[in-house]
């Protein structure tokens, strides 16, 4: 039942969609794809669906040759990022649709369909429309669709991103229930959110420019993220890659002066190299630090997101709660140099800080 | 800029309907000279009905608008000098960026040196300043928006700026970046800008104030951080913050305020005497209800038994990456607590968590009881 | 909004609707009288003005020097059916293809095809009665119901495939795809669930080709020739050196009544319709 990608590439008007995908993808796992905007996440699930022809590479499951069965023999269930269902049809008839296409009888595609819908919440809404639902409904249609279908492969493609912020925060929890219950399906879910990726992933699978540049659990990406790139994309705000250099046991960020490198890099040879700091690890302090001017304020959550400039280099600083910070104000940020990622000048990991925190 | 008043104002869509089913309560507020604020709460709270108001769009079925004093109520949009930028951009398609941003002030008879100088300053803070000459459908949505944005600054007498969720068509990449612009811009040309979103995020993160709406009223106006630190009602506590606010059912007699069989120090004692239950609805056998208050990120795990500290039974763990959220159980009651990564999972399931005392808050009925009433 | 500004748009809409209605009203009154009726000025109040009689309309259903139009208007109602039901199949197969492949003709991408069929609609009619006439002639079928119908259904097509390739332009992929995805064949996705929702455009569409369909005289009259009578040809021969005004009024809202019918009976889905145009 695992499904299996070697090679899968693909471009679209000389535009590379996916360049060289390999991967095993388990029954009974759920895989959180996380990327920016354009990294190739989509194309990744539309060729799995069988949507999206690819230009080279094999897809296989069961010893099946799967870019040779078209999308309707395929057993393989979407959810779209924006709220897809059949207009014409009521909830109920929905998913049903998938049901009775099956030739399932009428007795199982009644009760499949009442217990898929009971599952999302919605078993009051049987005879309403689509178009009368609020957009949380709406997805959780599409979802009690394809639940219901017990798919081989669950493919959901960055199903949170359009609704507000508490109806994510409350899908996503609810998401973790639903998805234990799927069995030995493959689930794919595509993600821009650190929260998502680490929250609902057995395993993350990083994409970037088309490209899978790490695989893991949540845990290993996101302790050892292997590159400066994945550092970025897995943390949310992105993580704080400064330019440095190493000399004799001593390291320079930037042009700040030279300090002793911290007891976990003391192995570093010497040589220019990037540090890397999570925006968690750096603190705003009232009496020291180095100075900073901040240039914009986001609120995220129950974090404030402080932009600073600290001699040139671009930081963000996470504050845990929600803080008044005004622009253009002089702060001391104070830097845990003992969570410092060290990472070669090509943005290659060399060392991670240690975690206490792996399961 | 001016400053917006709106006295007792209230609407309603169906004439002679009862006032507690009005899409917008008659309230109160003051939009000051020089602020951003903004409206949020979730879609039919009546914040849209509010910024038409403002507008003029919507000629209000009771109470005044005033713009620096002067009676608006009556007055068509165009009167009232406001600019407003709206979800879509709103551009001249066949016209270049320059063109666009000169616009309004042509049609306001400006000679021509006076708008160029005008037009070159706004384009700056922009960040469009080399892209003058450019035709304006070739702009990506975000630079529309900005330009949608900059014709309104570029008139010097706009009594005040309402922006309706200019950011629903922007990518989110773009977002980020859009954002920071528009926070910018408004710190340089400090205008009255009153910003309606869904997104309580996106709005704590370029206003100065926010007004919290729902069900026609306004639950609470304040700083983010006052929302944060002490939202007034439980409806608050949830709506911002992420995860939500904690409320605990506690029982209060008259030694104090006790959870799961244990004492509990708040910040202030909630009133002694209870508002007597409003006889009315299904909300009167809530009203009276005693609850305490605690945010996630201030419930703290305890290594030995100490003041307000309580056995709890470890439930959940998520991982949000930085942080993990722990929810956990007292006393039968749940609650969730922001961990840093770096302190592990706690082993077994079995807890001390702490609730810090001046972080723990009284809500009496949904309310935060600041006010000893009776 | 001022007092003479509101009384200024009533009295605008007031002429315009006489402007409209006029006709028709003329059109009923005149059908209700005789040679008498009809001279001097415009008169509209029966029994006031005139003495109304049923001459005109027992002259149009076979009476006395008159035409039976009763043949030409079923031979004119199975024509419009006919190729209007073949040209909605034909039509939104063509436009759902144009709507969701690319195709390519040469340097012709799917917006040139569309266009390419609308076209046919732009030449002058007697450019194509011609071509019409000889290969009807070929194959037999000149003067005849089958003939017409294929004629019509040439002209009817361009304007299906045109309003519904619009329409299913506007229907999310996503759709199709989720019913592929969830066991369905093409042509299965298409029938199962991008015709139930595109019912509206199918009206419009339906509309249209029934009111070109119906009202067409130019090519009827040019490859019919005793065999076939169509409506329009069949009012138009009513005509004489002395008009008949009564019989052509009777005969004229006679054959409008289908249309006015029809058009009542899908005015809902019409309105739906165009609002779904509307808010792209």
């Known amino acids: 039942m695992t499904l299996t990608a070697r090679g899968l590439t693909l471009s679209v008007e000389g535009v590379d969609h996916l360049r060289d995908i390999t991967l095993d993808l388990r029954p009974g796992r759920i895989y959180t794809v996380i990327g920016r905007t354009l990294a190739g996440k989509s194309s990744l699930l539309r060729v799995l669906a069988g949507l999206q022809r690819v230009d080279a590479g094999t897809l296989t499951q069961d010893g099946t040759d799967l870019l040779q069965v078209p999308v309707w023999r395929r057993d393989t269930a979407m959810v779209y990022q924006q709220f897809i269902n059949y207009p014409h049809l009521n909830v109920f008839d929905n998913v049903a649709f998938p049901l009775r296409r099956a030739k399932l009888s009428g007795e199982q595609v009644r009760l499949r369909a009442t217990e898929s819908l009971a599952k999302v919440g919605l078993s009051d809404f049987h005879a309403r429309k689509p178009s009368q639902l609020s957009g949380g409904q709406q997805q959780r249609v599409a979802l009690a669709r394809a639940l219901a279908r017990r798919c081989k492969t669950l493919l959901l493609d960055e199903p949170l991103v359009n609704l507000d912020y508490k109806l994510r925060e409350q899908l996503r929890e609810e998401f973790r229930e639903l998805f234990s219950g799927v069995g030995d399906s493959v689930v794919v879910y595509t993600t821009t959110e650190t929260t998502e990726a680490m929250m609902l992933g057995d395993e993350v699978i990083v994409m970037h420019e088309g490209r899978i540049v790490q695989t893991g659990t949540p845990a290993e990406v996101f302790d050892a993220p ?19 250099t190493v000399t004799g046991g001593r390291m320079r960020l930037n042009d700040l002066g030279a300090v002793d490198l911290p007891a976990h890099l003391a192995g570093l040879p010497d040589g220019p190299c990037q540090f890397g700091l999570r925006a968690t690890d750096l603190s705003l302090s009232s009496s020291e630090g180095l100075r900073g001017d901040v240039t914009f304020v986001e609120i995220s959550g129950s974090e404030t997101f402080v932009h600073v400039v600290i001699a040139d280099i671009p930081m963000v600083v996470q504050l845990e709660g929600i803080h008044d910070v005004s622009l ?22 060399l060392v991670a800080p240690s975690e206490q925190g792996g399961r | 800029m001016a400053q917006l008043e709106l006295l007792d104002v209230g609407h309603c869509y169906v004439p002679g309907e009862g006032e507690d089913r009005w899409a917008l309560k008659p309230l109160t507020v ?6 951003t604020y903004a409206l949020v709460g979730p879609s039919g709270c009546g914040k849209t009905t509010l910024l038409n108001i403002l507008s003029g769009l919507v000629s209000p079925t009771r109470g005044r608008v005033l713009f620096d004093g002067a009676d608006m109520t009556r007055r068509s949009t165009r009167e009232r000098n406001i600019a407003q930028v709206f979800q879509f951009p709103v551009i001249y398609t066949s016209m270049t960026v320059y063109q666009n941003l000169a616009f309004p002030l042509e049609c306001r008879n400006w000679d021509s040196r006076r ?12 960040g469009l300043g080399d892209r003058l000459k450019e035709p304006a459908r070739k702009l990506n949505a975000d630079d529309k928006q900005l330009i949608s944005l900059g014709r309104g600054l570029v008139r010097d007498d706009v009594a005040a700026l309402l922006m309706d969720e200019p950011l629903t068509v922007i990518d989110p990449q773009l977002k980020f970046s859009l954002r920071r612009r528009i926070r910018e811009i408004s710190e340089q040309f400090r205008p009255t800008v009153i910003y309606v979103t869904h997104d309580q995020y996106e709005a704590m993160s370029f206003v100065e104030e926010l007004l919290v709406m729902k ?32 409320f605990l059912d506690v029982t209060q007699d008259g030694s104090g305020v006790w959870l799961a069989g244990q004492r509990l120090a708040m910040s202030w004692q ?19 209800v005693l609850q305490a208050g605690i945010r996630p990120e201030y419930v703290r795990l305890a290594s030995a038994p ?24 007292i006393g039968g009651q749940r609650l969730a607590l922001k961990l840093a990564r770096e302190a592990g999972v706690p082993h077994g399931d079995t807890l001390l968590v702490e609730l810090p005392r001046a972080k723990v808050l009284p809500y009496v009925g949904g309310q935060l009881a600041t006010v000893v009433a009776g | 909004m001022s007092r003479a500004y509101l009384t200024f748009k009533y009295a605008f809409i007031a002429v315009w609707a006489s402007f409209v209605a006029g006709p028709f009203v003329w059109a009923l009154t005149t059908s209700f009288k005789d040679a008498n009726g009809v001279q001097g000025g415009a008169t509209y109040l029966p029994w006031v003005d005139y003495k109304p009689t049923t001459r005109g309309w027992q002259d149009i259903f076979g009476g006395e020097g008159g035409v039976n139009v009763i043949q030409p208007f079923l031979n004119s109602l199975q024509i419009t059916v006919l190729a209007s039901a073949i040209s909605l199949v034909l039509g939104s197969l063509a436009a759902y293809g144009l709507s969701r492949y690319t195709y390519r003709i040469g340097r012709m991408k799917n917006a040139d095809i569309v266009f390419f069929f609308v076209s046919q609609r732009i030449m002058p009619p007697i450019v194509l009665v011609i071509p019409f006439f000889f290969l009807l002639q070929f194959a037999g079928l000149l003067d005849s119901i089958p003939g017409l119908v294929i004629v019509t259904v040439a002209l009817l097509l361009p304007i299906a495939v045109w309003v519904m390739v619009d329409f299913f332009n506007n229907i999310p992929r996503e759709i199709d795809e989720m019913a592929m995805l969830d066991g369905c064949h093409p042509f299965a996705a298409f029938v199962r669930t991008i015709l139930p929702n595109s019912l509206p455009g199918i009206t419009v569409a339906a509309m249209f080709c029934a009111v070109f369909g119906w009202n067409d005289f130019f090519f009827a009259f040019r490859l019919t020739f005793t065999e076939v009578q169509t409506l329009p040809q069949a009012v138009v021969a009513l005509n004489s050196s002395i008009p008949p005004w009564w019989t052509l009024s009777a005969a004229s809202l006679f054959g409008i009544s289908p249309l006015v019918l029809l058009a009542v009976w899908v005015e809902r889905y019409l309105s739906r319709g165009n609002l779904a145009g509307a808010v792209r």
């Open chain 2, 115 to 126: 708008i160029d100088a005008k037009v070159r300053t706004v384009a700056e803070a922009l």
């Open chain 2, 270 to 288: 909630p009133p002694a005497a209870r508002v007597p239950a409003e006889a009315s609805g299904a909300g009167a056998a809530q009203a009276g």
């Open chain 1, 328 to 349: 253009g104000d002089a702060v001391l940020v104070t830097i845990r140099s003992d969570r410092l990622f060290a990472f070669s000048a090509q943005g290659d990991l």
């Open chain 1, 226 to 244: 292997a590159t400066t790139t994945v550092a970025q994309i897995i943390n949310e705000p992105p993580m704080n890659i400064i330019p440095g």
């Open chain 2, 215 to 246: 069900d026609g009223q306004v639950m609470q106006q304040g700083t983010p951080e006052e929302l944060f630190e002490s939202p007034r009602s439980a409806y608050v506590g949830y709506f911002i913050g992420s995860p939500s606010m904690n």
């Open chain 2, 30 to 35: 003051t939009f000051e000279a020089g602020k």
């Open chain 2, 306 to 329: 100490g003041p307000n500290t309580f056995p709890a039974r470890l439930q959940a763990v998520r991982d949000h990456g930085p942080l993990r959220v722990l929810h956990v159980e």
